[in-house]
């Protein structure tokens, strides 16, 4: 079930659907609905059911966070 096209083609946000790159998420964070659910099967089985316009939405959205979190990092 892992390696199906879907999560090859999303690899890049497959791991924001288990944890927070950073430890801590933001409040207004998109993933924490799949974070709380704390079991990758199920969290795999959540980004499966997922849109491509949800996961290009959720792409942007963690593409933007961890830009704003290592500029805030550098300062």
Do not use: W
């Amino acid at each position: 079930m892992y390696l199906t096209q879907k999560n090859i083609k999303n690899l890049d946000i497959i791991g924001a659907f288990m944890r927070c790159p950073f430890e801590e998420t933001v409040d207004d964070c998109p993933f924490i609905k799949y974070h709380k659910m704390n079991n990758p099967e199920k969290q795999v089985e959540a980004f499966q059911l997922l849109s491509e316009k949800e996961i290009q939405s959720l792409k942007t959205a963690h593409q933007n966070c961890i830009s704003k979190r290592i500029d805030e990092m550098k300062t």
